[in-house]
């Protein structure tokens, strides 16, 4: 982009400045530390110039917006066409209480559903097991049938909003669900819009809502694939998620490099069932993070994007745009919040925001500024949501596309960050895969390292955590917290039971008797699945004739 | 009796967050103790029956599911059931304030939230145990 004699002319014109100027004013007064690092302990240089760029080349690297290699966004004309999508994860306590949450978001201005499940739903429990005893409701909606799921959807038209679920091992009884629901209020499943979470990998890695071994999983995940691109095509299949590798204590190298990597194994395992590449590809969706280093956090968006894109390319030898372009939704960062002075959140989720939308984000969920004390109350969720608001109609930093390209700081760390992903994509590729390093433990053990120095430098004070370990007050107790009603785990049970009284439960037991041999061979699933819902069986017992034939994934525990 | 303090870091209940149970795991090894780390979705069960197993002088359970008020007082229930009144027994995680006083009267020694040193708890651990 450069020209070389006047680079040679800079270099030399720097030399002079360093050595004169520069040089005088350090022995003056020296800068305030020996090193200057980003949030995840990158190297972070005094002066960024177009030395630093020196071989960057607009056309290869960085291109135009909706145009290879998408480093400068997926849409040709970004947010002046239309804003991303705000997307506040909710769910709590009964069906009916999150219904209610829903409607209250969508009457804010939220302009899609996002559900947050409870733990026994994740892992494929019902409400009535004795393991789910204390779980029930807490993180999220309890769903233990298509009964809940119709009355967590009530008064809500499927087919005007979209609709995104945290939903993982049972992702494709979840779906089964929702199409089930639409078809019930006349909506027809190609109409349908959403994302489900469907990685399993990253639970394997950091987030735990495992149920099944890896193989197998697998296998419901591109069934899920198939299916979507006949019946639901406007699906996003997968949500392949670097949020809760960096929430576990990921560098944002590491984010960007072990999401790829789950999302070149899911590409790789897709393709080895038979599908084509660009049947499924365009549906891929991915999920990322945004921590505070404001700049850091948008050149990884960048880097991400453009890495996925070349591999999609290069690697697997993708046609389609659409297989090329990684869309993403991001949520701001949980664990930066803090418990001590919880007002301050707001202003690091508004730069976290920033850091989300100067990224190119598709979709963004703000965190509340409750959220390291308690679930989130309504009005820390207005607060929050207002927090994209403002952005988005008063910063102005959405009235241009991508507008931190060519900061030589930001085109440097952009390229560093690919740089350094890519590294350790090759590394986890000699390991034979995602799946094989996940097994090996290497993956979790790198996030661990650094979750671990984190800890360490926030305790020896070189990195500062306001209001945390520098400027601490003495603080009253919090107050206005939200609290699940602890009856919530009685309810359910209660349904449960009415349910189990008042449905066909001989088509039950035979609709699972056919997923269970179908589980056994090689068929797509998703049918059975959608038949055993429809018929009201359970999520648990779906999930336990799953159990049966395809066992469980057990742990490897590395420290 | 100078053997090293032995801990048994668990994560009872289905929540999978373990970056505070992991670190804190690693903040004790260093400290000079002995740690258990169990895994996830322990059952109160499973983590009184390895803390027997394994001699423990101490159980720090981690939950930020909110399961706390029903896991962490299930634990010491047990405890009291196998007569055992020798292990510290100490929680962490996304415990809200109103929450703390009712589980300390269960019996939890002591309740660590968010932002809390590993230093902090490394010397209670050292001050408290039951020898």
């Known amino acids: ?559 | 009796m100078d053997r090293p303090i032995r801990v048994l870091v668990g994560k009872p209940g289905l929540d999978g967050h373990d970056r505070g149970a992991k670190v804190i795991a690693r903040a004790l090894r260093d400290a000079g103790m002995e740690v258990i780390y169990t895994g996830l979705r322990q059952t109160p069960e499973q983590i009184v029956e390895a803390a027997i197993q394994e001699d423990v002088d101490c159980i720090a359970m981690s939950i930020l599911s909110g399961a706390h008020n029903h896991l962490f007082p299930r634990v010491m229930e047990l405890l009291k059931e196998e007569k055992i009144d020798d292990i510290l027994v100490i929680g962490g995680g996304v415990v809200p304030d109103d929450d703390i006083q009712p589980l300390k009267d269960a019996g939890i020694a002591e309740i660590f939230t968010p932002g809390t040193p590993t230093t902090t708890f490394i010397n209670y651990i050292k001050e408290n145990i039951i020898r």
Request: aromatic content about 8%.
């Open chain 1, 1 to 559: 982009m450069f020209d070389k004699g006047k680079l040679n002319q800079l270099q030399s014109q720097k030399d002079t400045w360093e050595e004169g100027k520069l040089k005088k004013v350090l022995e003056k007064r020296p800068e305030r530390k020996k090193e200057f690092t980003t949030g995840s302990n990158k190297e972070v240089g005094r002066l960024y110039t177009p030395l630093d760029v020196a071989d960057l080349d607009y056309e290869r690297d960085l291109g135009f917006p909706g145009e290879y290699p998408y480093t400068r966004g997926v849409q040709p004309t970004m947010y002046r066409g239309r804003l991303w999508t705000m997307r506040q994860y909710a769910g709590f306590s009964t069906a009916e209480e999150s219904n209610e949450r829903y409607k209250y978001l969508l009457e804010q201005g939220t302009t899609g559903l996002s559900v947050a499940f409870d733990l026994p739903t994740q892992i494929g429990y019902d409400s009535d097991y004795p393991i789910s005893e204390g779980e029930v409701g807490k993180v999220g909606v309890a769903i233990d049938s298509l009964e809940d799921m119709e009355i967590l959807f009530k008064d809500i038209p499927l087919d005007k909003v979209s609709t995104s679920m945290t939903i993982n091992a049972p992702a494709a009884v979840l779906l089964a669900m929702y199409i089930a629901v639409a078809e019930k209020q006349g909506v027809s499943a190609d109409k349908l819009k959403g994302t489900i979470q469907n990685d399993i990998l990253k639970e394997y890695i950091a987030r735990g809502t495992y149920i099944f071994p890896v193989q197998p999983s697998m296998r419901l995940i591109t069934n899920i694939f198939e299916y979507c691109h006949k019946e639901v095509p406007k699906w996003n299949t997968i949500s392949i998620s670097g949020y809760h590798i960096r929430e576990a204590g990921s560098t944002a190298a590491q984010e960007i490099a072990f999401t790829l990597a789950d999302g070149i194994a899911y590409v790789q395992a897709a393709i080895d069932a038979g599908l084509d590449v660009d049947d499924f590809a365009p549906r891929l969706s991915f999920f990322f993070n945004s921590h505070n280093d404001l700049l850091e956090e948008v050149a990884k968006f960048r880097a991400a994007r453009r890495l996925w894109a070349r591999i999609m390319k290069e690697r697997f030898g993708a046609k389609k745009e659409k297989s090329l372009m990684l869309r993403f939704h991001t949520q701001t960062g949980g664990s930066t919040l803090t418990a001590q002075q919880p007002e301050n959140n707001v202003v690091r989720v508004a730069i976290q925001t920033l850091a989300a939308v100067l990224g190119g984000t598709q979709s963004l969920h703000t965190n509340s500024r409750d959220e390291a004390l308690a679930l989130p109350s309504e009005d820390s969720v207005r607060i929050a949501l207002r927090t994209q608001q403002i952005v988005a109609y008063e910063s102005g930093v959405t009235e241009t596309i991508d507008p931190l390209a060519g900061s030589y700081y930001v085109e440097s760390l952009t390229n560093k960050l690919e740089e350094d992903a890519l590294e350790y994509i090759n590394k986890i590729d000699s390991l034979g895969g995602a799946p094989k390093a996940i097994e090996k433990g290497y993956i979790q053990k790198e996030i661990q390292d650094s979750a671990y120095t984190y800890q360490k430098q926030i305790e020896n004070e070189e990195r500062i955590v306001v209001g945390m370990n520098k400027f601490m007050i003495e603080e009253p107790k919090p107050t206005g917290l939200l609290k699940v009603d602890p009856a919530v785990g009685k309810l359910q049970k209660e349904k449960l039971a009415k349910l189990k009284e008042t449905r066909d439960n001989q088509l039950v037991n035979k609709n699972l008797e056919e997923l269970s041999k179908a589980a056994e061979g090689e068929a797509n699933l998703m049918p059975y699945i959608k038949e055993a819902v429809k018929a009201y069986a359970t999520l648990g017992e779906i999930c336990d004739v799953l159990r049966e034939v395809f066992g469980e994934y057990q742990q490897n525990i590395i420290l």
